[in-house]
């Protein structure tokens, strides 16, 4: 996963927002994703994005892409204790005939009252 | 979305023997991935199983150590051969729902220790 970058950790105070970066390398990507672990869980899809869109909003999060710069954005309005978990970057590369996700190494979320 | 279940949800295994996890999906799908995520590290595609067709290993991973079935469009299988303390990892499934779709969806993972 060396081609997704991810800072690894974010502290946020309860009832602010969290702003979850990542930055790739491959610009081919026609999708760009968010998965959520919590602990001792499996991946949650939170949502995706297509890369001719520059936005992307579901109730608390909004999704950011700016191509020019290979960069992507988690927001998570109003981060609640729930929200602490694991946030993983991934872009699907198109190899030997099938989509294959490329990972970044993750970003632990940590939400204090 | 669909639901995927894995067998066993955990185990712990001694140095040398092999375990068979089990990945259920609850309608049919074309491709099913497996992948490893070691400890406090991010996760690595180990294989893609396409029903009919033997699994496409990616580099760093062998079919001997981790041989795959996928007998049918709602079921697949990872074995880890020969195991060592160094296979201690979360091992998930995937599945694209349908040809093409680019998203993949996961399994709740099977969380392996090996002693």
């Known amino acids: 996963g060396e081609d997704v970058e991810q800072s690894l950790f974010l502290s946020v105070r309860e009832g602010d927002s969290s702003v979850i970066n990542c930055t790739y390398t491959?610009?081919?990507?026609?999708?760009l994703y968010w998965y959520k672990q919590e602990p001792g869980a499996g991946l949650q899809l939170l949502t995706y994005i297509f890369s001719n869109m520059d936005m992307k909003q579901d109730q608390r999060l909004t999704v950011l892409l700016n191509k020019k710069d290979k960069h992507l954005s988690l927001r998570i309005a109003d981060t609640q204790t729930g929200d602490s978990a694991i946030y993983f970057c991934?872009?699907?590369?198109?190899?030997?005939?099938?989509?294959?996700?490329?990972f970044g190494a993750g970003t632990r979320l940590a939400v204090h009252p | 979305s669909a639901v995927i279940s894995q067998k066993p949800s955990r185990d712990i295994c001694q140095r040398g023997t092999s375990l068979t996890i089990q990945c259920q999906v609850d309608s049919q799908v074309t491709m099913m991935f497996w992948y490893r995520q070691q400890p406090g590290q991010s996760l690595t595609l180990i294989a893609t199983?396409?029903?009919?067709?033997?699994?496409?290993?990616e580099s760093g991973f062998v079919i001997d150590k981790f041989p795959i079935s996928r007998p049918n469009l709602t079921f697949s299988t990872l074995t880890v051969s020969n195991m060592s303390p160094e296979d201690s990892s979360i091992y998930l499934c995937s599945v694209e729902l349908l040809a093409g779709m680019e998203t993949q969806y996961f399994g709740p993972g099977t969380r392996l220790l090996v002693l």
């Open positions: 991934a872009r699907i590369m198109f190899s030997g005939g099938y989509n294959k996700l490329i």
């Open positions: 491959d610009s081919s990507s026609t999708y």
């Open positions: 199983a396409n029903q009919g067709s033997e699994a496409t290993y």
